[in-house]
């Protein structure tokens, strides 16, 4: 209660001072300095970005310039043949590719068939396009095989450019696929062709594929370096998008190393590019990447007000993605600051935009975050009610009657008080319990994550060690049955002579040992080669070029591959003072390819071309590579033969065959 007298004494003073006041109020209250409703001062920070009022006014600006380009080419499409439509149909491809992606590939396809129509030069940078519209809808085996079209394309047509294009497309797919070391050597090939022909827009784009490596590969220091090189070239050039784009991915490094000041001002640079240039479709997200490096230094005043600036921009140019993004660190922002109420808004709206539902834990922190809302929702209603009467009594004029008021006011204020803090001490109780429980029920489902992410990656590799990892995709997407015909493929069978004599001569241990450390060894040249193993029979090892994977140089491969294969057994003999000696067969044409089995799965090979191998293997000699006459023809001009005459071949009948004895010194 001394509290209450407390208040009741400052009462009367407190009524001599209103008159006084009620004047200077009303003004105030009428100047529309400050808000009625909050009384916080209406001031827009300086620097804002200010987004358009409606979607209507702010289309997004890619698509608008995209689109008068189009147009334009639309037009000189009903109006040109031959090489030049080829040129325009190959350009609409190209400028659809990133908003559109069913009419690029649609286009692109045109190019490319009437291309070979032609027999067109313009065959191997149509072929580009194609590839890169099936590498954005996420085709990458097919876009791999368009790519190397593409380069035996403009090996062809002696077109160097087209070439390094070519290459730096397939390190591409590779990248996207986690492949980076495959990744490295095209892309580094590509960038020494645009280097010989002092080609920079090519060395750009290599520098930027070259520095995205070695970001995924937390090498810093390097992606720094190429992301520098490509912003140096992009800024001769004059290139704004590009510029901006290199700028954008500097930032982001020094972000990932924690120099966040540093990562400021490059996003910052970027930022300015895009506005002096008009470029705004990627303001939002840059402003969603500023805004992230301020809440990651713990400026998360800064944060939000970049966010909210972005969030509007965003909204009014309708991109889901940025929207979902810049809702999470509002979110995150206002949390950190116990802005409950603003973080529960921001929360709702980033799980609104998510296609999939939240999970549970994020569930539990919606609930915990909702309850703190409901306690400053009510404090909020007290403090506006005390706000208002304030204000009547104000405009009222004082007096006794003013005095009976503001203490009965009073004597209910804390009343009102009394009972909200005993509210609030029992929810926060409550939230104290919840929190446990919340730590609880993330502690074990981390683990269960674990366990579950282990147990993936252990059948992800018993997987892909049954099947290839095209194969295993397909499998994993749904597909169920899985057959398909290739016109090109080489395959090759060997044998190890008299492996079953040996075998009863040492222990079964010593047996498995040895085959292990044999077939492991091959196994590494097929991996070496581009090559897939699809099966050991005994003491039998089958390989196969060009499925399910296109491989442009099969046969050859799988020539080096025998060479390889007949080292290796030499090593492991010197180690194991053996005298082992392999027969090898090979032959090239078409075979179909598919998965059998529903419990355990396995990948094979049938057909004409599969026979004729094994054929070659069982009637050739030891330690030589007996060849038919298709792998000759297809070899004859880089590989050395010795001509073995007509033999008599079970299920064959007379074939001509080879001995494959050596590489020619040029190709060597």
């Known amino acids: 209660m001394n509290a209450l007298v407390d208040c009741i004494r400052c009462a009367a003073l407190y009524i001599m001072l209103m008159l006084a006041h009620i004047t200077l109020v009303s003004a105030i209250l009428s100047s529309g300095i400050f808000c009625a409703d909050c009384c916080f001062v209406h001031a827009q920070p300086p620097g804002r970005v200010t987004p358009p009022k409606t979607a209507a006014e702010a289309p997004i600006r890619v698509r608008y310039h995209a689109s008068r380009t189009i147009d334009s080419l639309l037009n000189c499409l009903a109006t040109v043949a031959g090489e030049e439509r080829i040129r325009v149909l190959r350009t609409l491809g190209w400028e659809y590719r990133k908003f559109d992606l069913q009419p690029s590939f649609t286009y692109a396809s045109q190019a490319v068939e009437l291309a070979r129509a032609l027999h067109s030069s313009e065959l191997a940078a149509s072929l580009n396009v194609l590839g890169i519209a099936y590498r954005n809808i996420g085709n990458y085996p097919k876009a791999l095989e368009i790519f190397f079209e593409a380069l035996t394309a403009a090996e062809q047509a002696y077109n160097r450019r087209e070439r390094g294009y070519a290459l730096n497309n397939i390190g591409d797919v590779y990248r996207?696929?986690?492949?980076?070391?495959?990744?490295?050597?095209?892309?580094?090939?590509?960038?020494?062709?645009?280097?010989e022909l002092h080609y920079p827009e090519g060395i750009g784009y290599c520098c930027m594929r070259l520095g995205e490596i070695a970001e995924a590969k937390q090498q810093y220091e390097d992606a720094l370096r190429f992301y520098t090189e490509a912003w140096n070239i992009r800024r001769s050039m004059g290139d704004t998008t590009q510029m901006y784009v290199s700028l954008i991915k500097i930032g982001t490094i020094y972000r990932a190393k924690r120099e966040f000041a540093r990562a400021k001002e490059?996003?910052?640079?970027?930022?300015?590019?895009?506005?002096?240039?008009?470029?705004?479709?990627?303001?939002?997200?840059?402003l969603g990447r500023i805004a992230a490096t301020e809440a990651d230094a713990g400026q998360y005043h800064k944060a939000i007000d970049y966010a909210e600036q972005g969030l509007a921009i965003a909204q009014a140019t309708k991109t889901p993605v940025d929207i979902v993004e810049l809702a999470f660190i509002l979110q995150r922002a206002h949390a950190a600051l116990r802005h409950y109420r603003k973080a529960f808004e921001y929360q709702s709206l980033y799980i609104a935009m998510r296609d999939s539902i939240a999970g549970e834990e994020s569930i539990k922190k919606s609930a915990a975050m909702q309850v703190r809302y409901e306690i400053?929702?009510?404090?909020?209603?007290?403090?506006?009610?005390?706000?208002?009467?304030?204000?009547k009594l104000w405009a009222l004029g004082g007096g006794l009657v003013a005095s009976c008021v503001l203490i009965a006011i009073l004597i209910n204020r804390f009343r009102l008080k009394q009972r909200w803090t005993a509210e609030i001490l029992r929810q926060q109780a409550i939230l104290s319990a919840q929190a446990q429980e919340i730590e609880l029920a993330n502690a074990s489902l981390r683990e269960k994550t674990l366990l579950i992410e282990q147990e993936r990656t252990i059948s992800e590799k018993l997987l892909l060690n049954i099947l290839p990892a095209e194969i295993a995709a397909r499998l994993r997407s749904g597909e169920q049955h899985i057959a398909e015909r290739y016109a090109h493929a080489t395959v090759l069978f060997a044998d190890i002579v008299n492996f079953t004599q040996l075998s009863e001569t040492i222990s079964p241990e010593e047996l498995?040992?040895?085959?292990?450390?044999?077939?492991?060894?091959?196994?590494?040249?097929?991996?070496?080669?581009?090559?897939?193993?699809?099966?050991?029979?005994?003491?039998?090892?089958?390989?196969?070029?060009?499925?399910?994977?296109?491989?442009?140089?099969?046969?050859?491969?799988?020539?080096?591959?025998?060479f390889a294969m007949l080292r290796a057994l030499e090593a492991i003999n010197d180690q194991h003072h053996l005298h082992l000696q392999l027969r090898i067969g090979i032959h090239t044409g078409e075979v179909i390819a598919g998965v059998i089995g529903t419990k355990k799965f396995a990948y094979d090979l049938w057909g004409d071309t599969v026979n004729t191998a094994s054929r070659m293997e069982s009637h050739g000699e030891a330690g030589k590579i007996q060849v038919s006459e298709a792998v000759y023809h297809a070899l004859k001009e880089d590989f050395i033969f010795e001509d073995r005459g007509f033999l008599e071949i079970k299920g064959k009948g007379t074939m001509h065959t080879w001995f494959l004895t050596g590489i020619r010194q040029t190709i060597q």
């Open 376 to 391: 400053e929702r009510k404090e909020g209603e007290v403090k506006a009610a005390e706000q208002t009467t304030r204000i």
């Open 512 to 562: 498995v040992t040895l085959l292990d450390a044999i077939f492991s060894a091959f196994d590494q040249i097929a991996d070496d080669m581009g090559l897939e193993k699809i099966k050991t029979i005994g003491d039998c090892y089958m390989l196969v070029g060009g499925v399910p994977k296109y491989h442009p140089q099969h046969c050859r491969s799988i020539a080096h591959a025998a």
């Open 176 to 195: 996207l696929q986690g492949n980076y070391e495959w990744a490295l050597e095209y892309i580094t090939q590509a960038r020494t062709i645009f280097q």
């Open 266 to 286: 490059y996003y910052q640079q970027a930022l300015a590019f895009m506005q002096n240039s008009g470029a705004h479709s990627d303001v939002a997200m840059t």
